[in-house]
């Protein structure tokens, strides 16, 4: 069973554009949303988290908003650019702050 | 400082055999965290290491996948009589305080 589920898949956008990934969950004892970028034959590394205290965190050109009641959480990234063509990865971890439940990944391709 | 490195980066082994997977996380992580992520694929998590806790081994697919942590220093990960569907690249994450993760590049282990 699928903890953390994301899509798309896969999204293409244009230069400048601004791509939005999704990622829903379940289970309400998650407190801590991590965001992870990884390139290809590279590790994943955080871009960006949040907590449920706060609806909405900006880091430069990437934001999540995070929707409590509706167990919901997105990352959008502004004025994208061709170098952030990568693989995104939404988790999710509880307050024990233990196992880590990750999505299945969107593939994002931003054409120049 | 020094990031999470994994070694070997590439094993190609046949059917049968054992591996042995080795992790040095970033000096004075407390955490510790394997993964696997198969082609295309999310990050399926396999164990986790926190101080001197007992690990949690939740997520380790068959008897066959092992873990070991020396205090909070090297970690190994051993698969015995390899198969086919081990085939994948295996993440080795630290983290200081169980929240954000620090990813190693991985070990992409081809199974013949």
Not at chain 1, 50 to 67: A, C, H, L, M, Q
Not at chain 2, 55 to 71: H, I, M, N, V, Y
């Amino acid at each position: 069973q699928q903890q953390v589920k994301q899509s798309p898949q896969s999204l293409i956008v244009q230069k400048g554009g601004i791509p939005i990934i999704n990622c829903a969950y379940e289970n309400t004892a998650f407190d801590y949303f991590p965001w992870y970028q990884q390139f290809p034959g590279k590790g994943p590394a955080l871009l960006i988290a949040i907590r449920p205290d706060v609806s909405e965190k900006k880091e430069g050109r990437f934001t999540i908003s995070f929707n409590k009641s509706a167990k919901q959480f997105s990352l959008h990234i502004m004025d994208s650019q061709p170098g952030d063509s990568a693989t995104y990865f939404c988790a999710a971890s509880p307050n024990t702050g233990n196992q880590f439940y990750f999505g299945t990944g969107t593939s994002l391709t931003v054409i120049p | 400082g020094a990031g999470v490195s994994q070694s070997p980066s590439n094993k190609v082994t046949e059917k049968g055999k054992d591996v042995e997977l080795r992790c040095d996380p970033i000096s004075g992580h407390t955490a510790l965290y394997w993964y696997r992520q198969r082609l295309g694929q999310g990050l399926e998590f396999l164990i986790y290491f926190q101080g001197n806790s007992a690990p949690d081994k939740s997520g380790l697919p068959s008897d066959r996948f092992s873990a070991e942590r020396t205090g909070e220093s090297v970690s190994t990960l051993t698969i015995q009589r390899t198969q086919q569907e081990d085939s994948a690249v295996y993440l080795c994450a630290s983290s200081p305080r169980g929240d954000e993760q620090f990813f190693g590049p991985g070990t992409r282990l081809t199974v013949l």
